[in-house]
C-alpha cells in the first residue's frame, strides 16, 4: 500500500472536491481526479491511491461500464467512511481523529507565520506519524473505553432500572455527554 498522508488522503480530497463540484453526477472518476490534482490522465499515482482506497473501502467501484480499469477505479463514489474523513461526518475511533489530526497539521504547516513555527508544527506532525496509526488508535479507544466505563459506573448509581445504550459489537457507543462534533468522545 501507499502512504496515507502523501499520496493517498490527497487523492481522497481532491476525490471529494470533484464530488462537490459535480454534484448533479452520481460519481467521480479517476480522470476528474487527476485534473483537479493537476495530473496527467491516467496518472499512476492516482490510480494506485485509488486502489487502495477501494481495497480499504473508502470508494465503491461503479459497475456500469466504468469500473476497474486496469489499476484502480475508473469511476466511483465515496464511502460513510470516506465522507468521515473529508467531510467531517460523525465517526467513532482514533482512526478518524488521527487523519483528521494529520489534515489540520497539514493547513497549519502550510499557513504558519513564522519559519520557528512551521518547524515546531511539523516536528508534531513527523512525531505523530512515526508513532504510528495504530498506536495512536489504540491510545484514544483505550481513553474512550475508561471515560466510558465511568459514565457507565455512574449512570448505574444514579439510575439503577436505566441502562446505558449500547451499539454494536466493537464496545460501547453510547455517546454519553459526547456532543455531535465529538465523535470520539474525549470532550471533557
Known sequence: MTNWADNVLPVLEASYRVSLREAGEPYVTQ????EEMGREPGDVQ??????DLWHADYVDDVLDGG???????QRFTLTEKALQIVAGWPGFGGE???????AELDERVASASTPEER????RL??????VGRDVFTNVISAGRRRRCSRHHLETRRARP????RHRGAGGCRCRA?????EPTGLST
Open 31 to 34: 480522470d476528474a481526479v487527476n
Open 46 to 51: 492516482t490510480a494506485r491511491a485509488l486502489h
Open 67 to 73: 469500473g476497474m480499469g486496469a489499476f484502480g477505479p
Open 96 to 102: 478518524s481523529l488521527f487523519s483528521r489530526m494529520l
Open 119 to 122: 518547524t515546531r508544527l511539523e
Open 125 to 130: 506532525r513527523d512525531g505523530l506519524v512515526g
Open 161 to 164: 432500572a436505566r441502562r446505558p
Open 177 to 181: 455527554g459526547v456532543s455531535s462534533n
